[in-house]
Nanobody, 123 residues
Framework: VQLQASGGGLVQAGGSLRLSCAAS????????MGWFRQAPGKEREFVAA????????SYADSVKGRFTISRDNAKNTVYLQMNSLKPEDTAVYYC?????????????????WGQGTLVTVSS
């Protein structure tokens, strides 16, 4: 599975962005897809994950109610809609795929990673 993230940019606090992650490979529709982020000087952290079917999602407490993860298996793409952005959301965002039957949030359980896309939220 190869992953290509896009959609990052500069946005003012309170604004919105939508990240996309295009995947290649036949296993996409059965893979758990996740978004992680890494701010300067900090460890990479979990943001959101979605099951292969799209019916089950999980979010970090810090983004719950503001971010929405979704997927389109016909397009082999997963999305992260980010609303009400805050300066503390500034980070490089990574998409990842886990060959797991369960939605997982631990970084080490993801098998494939895309390159990051930078999101900068100005105050």
């Amino acid at each position: 599975v190869q992953l290509q993230a896009s959609g990052g940019g500069l946005v003012q606090a309170g604004g919105s962005l939508r990240l996309s992650c295009a995947a290649s490979g036949r296993t996409f529709s059965s893979a758990v897809m996740g978004w992680f982020r890494q701010a300067p000087g900090k460890e990479r952290e979990f943001v959101a994950a979605i099951s292969g079917s799209g019916y089950i999602t999980s979010y970090a407490d810090s983004v719950k109610g503001r971010f929405t993860i979704s997927r389109d298996n016909a397009k082999n793409t997963v999305y992260l809609q980010m609303n009400s952005l805050k300066p503390e959301d500034t980070a490089v965002y990574y998409c990842a795929a886990a060959l797991s039957p369960f939605v997982v949030t631990r970084l080490g359980l993801y098998d494939y990673w895309g390159q990051g896309t930078l999101v900068t939220v100005s105050s």
